[in-house]
């Protein structure tokens, strides 16, 4: 697989590469085409390398990447940015590190389908960085953002679109799914909105009043 193309810093979303289950080269080599600038976490270093991808930097405490200097020359220049910080976790320390570095959009993969809990977790910093990023966590079955409280797109009929609240969220009303919300709630653990279809080609809209409500595109 070629490394990525060259196009303007910061102006397209940074690519960040997490050390979950690998997506397809198809969508990661759509994502690297755009993406100016990738970051991988240490773990999935050998992985990119094995797979001929160039990237930006690699971050994190470099205990387990077991590579030598000298098997990266031929990947020069690489940023090594060490992160040694114990209470946040990889994916927190790579985002944070876009954050200072000026980046406002990122597109995550490789951050699902190991273990549930980093997949937890990884959901979570939507919300932690929403402040600061414009994030899309992507596999090959979802995409997976955080809404604002005005959202509308166009999607074709049958799309499986999937509402999860982190928290609670209030007031949420939708137009145009098949099973609409009229100004109602969900609540982590108590109602969640998976599996909800687009009714008919045409603009979804959904609006809620409070809270972080993530919206997952999602396919089989």
Same mark, same amino acid.
């Given at each position: 697989?070629?490394?990525?193309?060259?196009?303007?810093?910061?102006?397209?979303?940074?690519?960040?590469?997490?050390?979950?289950?690998?997506?397809?080269?198809?969508?990661?080599?759509?994502?690297?085409?755009?993406?100016?600038?990738?970051?991988?976490?240490?773990?999935?270093?050998?992985?990119?390398?094995?797979?001929? *991808?160039?990237?930006?930097?690699?971050?994190?405490?470099?205990?387990?990447?077991?590579?030598?200097?000298?098997?990266?020359?031929?990947?020069?220049?690489?940023?090594? *940015?060490?992160?040694?910080?114990?209470?946040?976790?990889?994916?927190?320390?790579?985002?944070?590190?876009?954050?200072?570095?000026?980046?406002?959009?990122?597109?995550?993969?490789?951050?699902?389908?190991?273990?549930?809990?980093?997949?937890?977790?990884?959901?979570?910093?939507?919300?932690?960085? !929403?402040?600061?990023?414009? *994030?899309?966590?992507?596999?090959?079955? !979802?995409?997976?953002?955080?809404?604002?409280?005005?959202?509308?797109?166009?999607?074709?009929?049958?799309?499986?679109?999937?509402?999860?609240?982190?928290?609670?969220?209030?007031? *949420?009303?939708?137009?145009?799914?098949?099973?609409?919300?009229?100004?109602? !709630?969900?609540?982590?653990?108590?109602?969640?909105?998976?599996?909800?279809?687009?009714?008919?080609?045409?603009?979804?809209?959904?609006?809620?009043?409070?809270?972080?409500?993530?919206?997952?595109?999602?396919?089989?």
């Amino acid at each position: 697989m070629s490394s990525h193309h060259i196009v303007r810093e910061k102006q397209e979303p940074a690519l960040l590469v997490a050390n979950g289950a690998a997506c397809s080269d198809e969508l990661l080599g759509q994502l690297l085409e755009w993406s100016p600038f990738v970051l991988a976490l240490d773990g999935a270093l050998p992985r990119l390398l094995e797979l001929g *991808i160039k990237v930006d930097a690699v971050l994190g405490d470099f205990d387990s990447i077991g590579m030598e200097e000298e098997a990266l020359a031929p990947y020069q220049p690489l940023r090594m *940015i060490l992160a040694e910080n114990q209470e946040l976790t990889d994916l927190e320390k790579g985002l944070q590190f876009l954050v200072e570095e000026g980046h406002s959009a990122v597109n995550i993969v490789w951050a699902t389908g190991k273990r549930l809990d980093h997949t937890l977790a990884n959901l979570t910093n939507l919300v932690k960085f !929403s402040d600061k990023l414009t *994030i899309n966590l992507l596999d090959d079955h !979802s995409r997976v953002y955080l809404l604002p409280k005005n959202f509308e797109k166009w999607y074709p009929a049958g799309t499986t679109l999937s509402l999860f609240p982190i928290g609670k969220v209030e007031g *949420i009303t939708t137009e145009n799914l098949l099973y609409p919300l009229r100004h109602e !709630s969900l609540e982590t653990g108590v109602r969640i909105g998976t599996s909800n279809e687009v009714a008919t080609d045409g603009w979804v809209k959904i609006s809620h009043q409070n809270g972080y409500l993530l919206m997952m595109e999602c396919r089989d």
